[in-house]
């Protein structure tokens, strides 16, 4: 069924416990993570993420995404994440997402908390929940924040989560969206007191490749979300090459596909056992 992302997070404070918040775009991620969720009997955030819009069009996998997770047997919210564009945060909530990220974090504080009051307002009248972020997280993805990470500052994320009325806060405490080239060393004395000081469930940017005791003491502190997504990505693509290579005369994409969805799978249910301690 879908639901919002503040159920959902409500259900991540009661169980003290966080939620996976997976990119799906393409129907393969989109099949491996709601039935590695429904395997598990876990609930799940799917988002489609603004960069992708050249690979998939939010108007071409939105209404599968909005679909899949009507259709779930587990509670599926529908994340737009890292929206930098106001109309392409209302194309979402149009079509019938739950909840939406507003990224303004490479602004100055006044233009992203302005921003991020007028979208959240926008969002609250139509019900749909609104995340948003404070400093910035290094990079190597999408070329944005490339001068490397900028801490979340809690005292300024009280103000700006005030400022806004924001349900949920992306905040920068040492992860890294992409590959990590080495093990990240998480400041986890920061999320205690963002968390202390906004009461907001705190999201985790950059979450594929964190390890599990890294994973367990971040939801200590007040992690409720995670996004998960490249360390994913990566494991259809080397199920994908290995099948390619074990039969070099394949002809059928569908196959290929189909060994990429299970890997994709497999390393989603991964990820969820250690976010719900199931
Ligand atoms: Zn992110």
């Not at 392409?88 to 019938?96: D, P, Q, S, T, V």
């Not at 009325?165 to 998480?186: M, N, Q, R, V």
Request: with cysteine; proline share 4%; hydrophobic share 40%.
């Amino acid at each position: 069924m879908i639901v919002s992302l503040k159920e959902i997070m409500a259900y991540a404070e009661e169980n003290k416990c966080a939620v996976g918040a997976f990119n799906t775009p393409t129907l393969e991620s989109l099949n491996a993570v709601i039935s590695a969720a429904e395997e598990l009997d876990v609930p799940v955030i799917i988002s489609h993420a603004e960069l992708h819009e050249p690979w998939a069009p939010l108007d071409v996998i939105g209404p599968h995404m909005v679909l899949a997770a009507k259709n779930a047997r587990v509670p599926v919210c529908v994340h737009l994440d890292h929206g930098e564009h106001f109309d392409y945060i209302k194309r979402a909530i149009e079509l019938g997402f739950t909840s939406v990220m507003y990224d303004g974090s490479a602004l100055e504080y006044s233009e992203n908390s302005a921003n991020t009051f007028s979208i959240t307002e926008y969002a609250h009248a139509l019900n749909v929940d609104v995340e948003a972020e404070i400093g910035a997280l290094a990079s190597r993805e999408d070329g944005h924040h490339s001068g490397g990470a900028v801490y979340t500052d809690p005292e300024l994320a009280q103000r700006f989560v005030e400022d806004t009325g924001i349900d949920a806060l992306a905040a920068s405490f040492g992860t890294a969206h992409g590959i990590y080239k080495e093990k990240p060393k998480l400041d986890f004395p920061r999320i205690e007191k963002i968390r202390e000081l906004t009461g907001l469930p705190l999201v985790m940017h950059g979450g594929s490749g964190v390890s599990p005791e890294d994973y367990r003491r971040s939801i200590e502190c007040g992690i409720r979300k995670i996004n998960y997504y490249s360390y994913m990505a990566r494991e259809g693509v080397f199920a994908a090459k290995k099948l390619i290579e074990e039969n070099p005369g394949l002809t059928y994409f569908h196959e290929l596909a189909a060994e990429a969805e299970k890997a994709m799978k497999a390393d989603a249910m991964k990820a969820m056992r250690v976010f719900s301690g199931k």
